[in-house]
């Protein structure tokens, strides 16, 4: 943040960052959570990167348990790429994403 005639703004990587462009800051998040993915999609979070993404795992259409990592995006956790780009879980944590959040 700077003091720029008179108003605290946001400074990103040396640039003033639009205020309409902002979102609100992403939750704290700790491995072993469950967070929302989108409207609805319960995934439990396996690790978080470094640069604030999740690796979360979440049960694919009631058939799969996939990991996928998810971005924060104005209010919301989201998928970071669009279409298939997920690996399937297998084993304890096969069970646990679908049992789902307790």
Known sequence: MQSVKGRV???LHGREVKE???????PAVAV??????GRST?????????D???EVG?????LK????????????WEFKFQGPNGTYIRGADEG???CGPR
């Open 9 to 11: 703004v946001p400074i």
């Open 20 to 26: 309409s462009k902002m979102s609100s800051p992403s």
């Open 32 to 37: 072993g959570q469950w967070i929302t993915i």
């Open 42 to 50: 319960p995934g439990y979070v396996f690790q978080v990167n470094i």
């Open 52 to 54: 604030g993404s999740l």
């Open 58 to 62: 979440y049960y694919q259409n009631r």
């Open 65 to 76: 348990a996939i990991k996928e990592t998810v971005v924060w995006k104005e209010d919301s």
């Open 96 to 98: 646990l994403v679908k």
